[in-house]
């Protein structure tokens, strides 16, 4: 019988993390029958519910990390940033990880690699520890992993402190990018004085030590950036392998996603402009007046996924409260807000969707493009900014709200610039409508059978049981 190979997969924490990370993991264990996967899953309540509530394959064994007791860290930070708190918190795990890995390491099965996503990659210490080989899931793009690389390079060879960029004008020539990259579009994590660029300084080191880098992206996608990531001597970095795009369109059907597909069914073909900003966006009172203003002044049809301030709960009432007075009323037929998550995969999958106002996460990117969704670029959070210049700079998918918009800076973009750009994104300029309908045959092309993706993929898989022999 053929020995049997366990990778063990430590996602960063929150749910967002742990979708792709199971649904790269179907690909791999189903690449080869001798593989099974334990994912060793930071404690949180969603994580749990979703994780309780799923069987998810029979080859992949969900593992709740224990509650987290006092334990030491030597990662200290004062940084505010939700990320670089979020990496603190994967480096605190250290010894519930240790102690896992030394009972997994304890039975029968061969344990074939230590797996981390790019929140977790200072977790790769525990794999040396353990003689094991270790992999990055980067769930980004290969446009922030060729950043992240430039920038350590620039901070260790040429002594650089990345966060005196801060409000430059300048420009990096990143390997990889078409275009320069202005400052102005750094993650605010690498400009972050107060830790954060230390932190993301550390895990960019941490990449080095991994014996492969498997990215949520295709290389139709990012032909440069990757070809440039792969012939990268000057970094020593490992091979990397594009095997996106890694997308789920599995929606469980709720009240929220019948009211969106309910609305959308009643529109023409190809006339909605939805708007969407990810796990964690939210705008300020004045900002939410803004958008709304701009809306109505387009008189397009809509639909909004709408979040205010800080608050993770807020009730309809609420939001509703501060929007311009009847607005709702006003709007009502061609346009739909929803307070909080919206079903944003069938949304894109609709018919009726001509456009996508987007935070850039790389998820939805993936999403839109797969759907052949123009997007607006309006960044908030962490590394969109980049991601949020690639699509409309490099690749073309998108016109721009604002690349170098930053969530919580205070600013408010106003309610013509917001319609201007609803208006650039309607009607297609720049091509945008044809170079997201080629993204999208191309990334499904990607992932068909001979697709390249499917090519890495493979090649991934037999890179790890042949790393795994020693
Ligand atoms: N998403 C959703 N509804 C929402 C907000 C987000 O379905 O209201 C999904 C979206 O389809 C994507 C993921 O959550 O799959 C967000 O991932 P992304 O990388 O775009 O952004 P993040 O939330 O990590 O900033």
């Known amino acids: ?111 074939a690699g230590l797996v981390v996503d790019m929140f977790c990659l200072t977790m790769t210490d525990v794999a040396d520890e353990f003689s094991i080989p270790a992999y990055l899931f980067f769930a980004s793009g290969a446009g922030f992993l060729s950043l992240m690389v430039y920038m350590r390079r620039l901070t260790d060879e040429h002594g650089a402190d990345i966060t005196e960029f801060r409000d430059s004008d300048e420009k990096f020539s990143v390997p990889g990018f078409v275009n320069p990259v202005p400052a102005r579009v750094l993650p605010s994590a690498m400009l972050d004085k107060d830790g954060g660029s230390v932190a993301v300084m550390s895990s960019a080191r941490h990449i080095r030590k991994v014996r492969g880098i498997f990215i949520n992206t295709f290389q139709e996608l990012e032909p440069n950036l990757f070809q440039s990531l792969s012939i990268s001597n000057e970094d020593k970095l490992p091979p990397v392998y594009a095997v996106g795009p890694i997308v789920n369109f599995q929606t469980s059907p709720d009240s929220k996603y019948s009211d969106a597909i309910e609305f959308l069914d009643h529109q023409p073909r190809k006339s909605v402009v939805f708007l969407c900003f990810g796990s964690e966006g939210r705008f300020s009172d004045a900002q939410i007046r803004e958008l709304a203003a701009a809306l109505e002044s387009t008189g397009r049809r809509f639909l ?97 709200v604002r690349v170098d918009y930053r969530g919580g800076s205070g600013v408010v973009v106003g309610a013509d610039e917001i319609a201007a750009a609803i208006g650039r994104l309607m009607e297609g300029e720049k091509g945008v409508r044809e170079r997201a309908e080629e993204m999208r045959e191309k990334s499904s092309g990607a992932v068909a059978d001979g697709g390249s993706s499917r090519i890495f993929l493979a090649k991934l898989v037999r890179d790890i049981i042949d790393n795994s022999s020693g």
């Open 1 to 111: 019988m053929e020995e049997a190979l366990e990778l063990i997969f430590v996602p960063g924490p929150g749910i967002g993390h742990i979708v792709s990370a199971i649904e790269v993991g179907k690909l791999i264990v189903n690449e080869d029958t001798r593989l099974s996967i334990t994912y060793l899953l930071i404690n949180d309540p969603a994580v749990r519910e979703y994780t309780n509530s799923r069987q998810v394959h029979p080859r992949l064994r969900l593992l709740n990390l224990p509650e987290l007791a006092e334990v030491s860290s030597d990662f200290q930070t004062k940084s505010k940033l939700p990320e670089i708190k979020s990496v603190g918190r994967v480096d605190r795990q250290k010894p519930l990880v240790r102690e896992a890995v030394v009972g997994i390491m304890a039975t029968e099965t061969r344990v």
């Open 304 to 400: 909004w996924s709408l979040r205010r301030g800080n608050q993770s709960e807020s009730s309809n009432a609420a939001v509703e409260s501060i929007l311009p007075e009847g607005f709702l009323e006003r709007t009502k037929g061609v346009g739909r807000v929803m307070v909080g998550w919206a079903p944003q995969a069938a949304v894109l999958a609709h018919p009726a969707v001509r456009g996508f106002v987007s935070h850039c996460g790389w998820n939805s990117i993936l999403e839109s493009m797969w759907c052949g969704v123009p997007m607006a670029a309006w960044p908030l959070y962490a590394e969109q900014q980049i991601n949020a210049f690639q699509v409309v700079e490099e690749v073309g998918v998108a016109v721009e």
